[in-house]
């Protein structure tokens, strides 16, 4: 979709969080519509399931009203079904498999030679043997689930749309994810894609499903995607790095980090100086599980303590920066933010109580759900965007 120019550049965050956060973005992108706010913005950051949603806003040309309508018909369906129809109907989900069987005989076969190695070593420790144990796999996951994802996202919902396709006079559009190879955020965007460490990918032809596919692997559930890409450095160098691409929100689950208005455009790729942030965050809040006896379970509760506290660090930051006049102003609609007193009273309210529960994953969303969580995104931002951000507003909207 097309914007205006605004007197100030206005940074949208939409975190990650599976459907719940397509759902709950779709109510606070609705409400930045209705306050004309939505067509200000000049940088949307989008992680995971922000990054669904992200992108389908990011390529549709049409009304809003058409854009809400796919949404829609996108959480009716899921991902998880048109993808396992996909595994079976198309060589993608042959090639996965074969993939699959081929890495489990390799990593088989390399176990065995470092356990042998290892005790030769042992008997004879003069051979320094010691770094063939180390021996990794050659072959690279060339296909895997999150390929046919990927596929599913290309033929079904972005038609094969690149990143260069996108509006010229749109939001710059990033979606993040994170490369674990160097441990540091991989943009996928329709200015520069790439990453700090390894610089700017070459490829021009980068399709949108690809960025998303990269920013939705959640890494308990979908292997990182696997491939090597061409880089070009800074200093005009160009070469070859493997990358192993998995879900965003493992470096930043709110999709800030390309908006921190002290961003070093010498070092960083696609920075520029961001005055107000509006971060859409769809996760719970506080939490009290069960305790975890097993370690699978405690894995999962270390993972997302850390998760947690990260989120926590950045938005603190958001407070720092206001603060201390780096930033002029934010709003952070939060899916699970205690509800303010009067406002439970307001007819059709939708609670925190009302929208608890529901899981981080790709299946086909309820149309109970997608009203309700929705909903709550919309009367979330409509409020605190009125509250926090009343310079953006026109003055008939601020006397609603």
């Known amino acids: 979709m097309s914007r205006k120019e ?3 550049t206005i940074g949208l965050a939409l975190s990650g969080g599976g459907s719940r956060a397509i759902a709950f973005h779709l109510g606070c992108l609705r409400a930045l519509h209705d306050l ?9 950051s989008t992680v995971s399931g922000g990054s669904v949603v992200g992108a389908l806003y990011a390529t549709h040309q049409g009304s809003f009203e058409q854009f809400e309508k796919k949404t829609r018909d996108f959480l009716r369906a899921g991902l998880v079904g048109p993808s396992v129809k996909k595994a079976f109907t198309s060589l993608e989900g042959l090639n996965a498999f074969i993939c699959s069987l081929l890495l489990l005989g390799v990593n088989i076969f390399l176990m065995m030679f470092a356990v042998v190695v290892r005790g030769i070593s042992w008997v004879l420790p003069g051979l320094r043997l010691q770094a063939l144990g180390a021996v990794r796999a050659p072959l690279r996951r060339y296909a895997s689930r999150t390929t046919i994802l990927r596929r599913v996202l290309d033929d079904d919902v972005f038609g094969g749309r690149k990143f260069r396709d996108l509006p010229k006079d749109g939001p710059l559009f990033i979606a993040n994810a994170a490369d674990l190879r160097t441990g540091s955020a991989f943009y996928f965007s ?8 390894l610089g700017r990918v070459c490829d021009d ?17 979908l292997p990182a995607l696997d491939e090597t890409l061409a880089f070009e450095k800074r200093d005009g160098t160009r070469r070859e790095e493997r990358v192993t691409l998995t879900d965003g929100g493992v470096y930043d689950n709110l999709g800030l980090a390309p908006l921190w208005p002290d961003r070093d455009p010498s070092v960083s790729l696609n920075a520029q100086k961001i005055d107000t942030i509006i971060c859409c965050r769809a996760g719970y809040g506080l939490r009290f599980d069960s305790p975890n006896q097993f370690m699978l379970a405690r894995m999962a509760s270390a993972f997302t303590t850390i998760h947690d506290r990260a989120q926590n660090f950045a938005t603190k930051r958001l407070f720092d920066l206001r603060a201390a006049g780096q930033l002029k102003a934010f709003a952070m609609p939060y899916l ?7 406002l439970c009273d307001e007819e059709g309210f939708v609670s925190r109580e009302d929208v608890f529960g529901y ?7 309820p149309d109970v759900w997608i009203e309700k969580l929705s909903k709550r995104g919309e009367q979330l931002t409509h409020r605190l965007v009125k509250e926090h951000l009343p310079h953006l507003l026109a003055k008939d909207e601020l006397a609603c």
């Open 359 to 365: 899981p981080t994953d790709f299946s086909a969303m």
């Open 336 to 342: 699970g933010m205690k509800d303010q007193a009067g």
């Open 36 to 44: 004309g706010v939505l067509e200000k913005v000049g940088v949307i």
């Open 6 to 8: 605004a007197p100030e």
């Open 190 to 197: 329709n200015r520069d894609s790439g990453s700090w460490r």
């Open 205 to 221: 032809n980068l399709k949108v499903s690809h960025g998303v596919a990269a920013s939705a692997a959640y890494p308990l559930l």
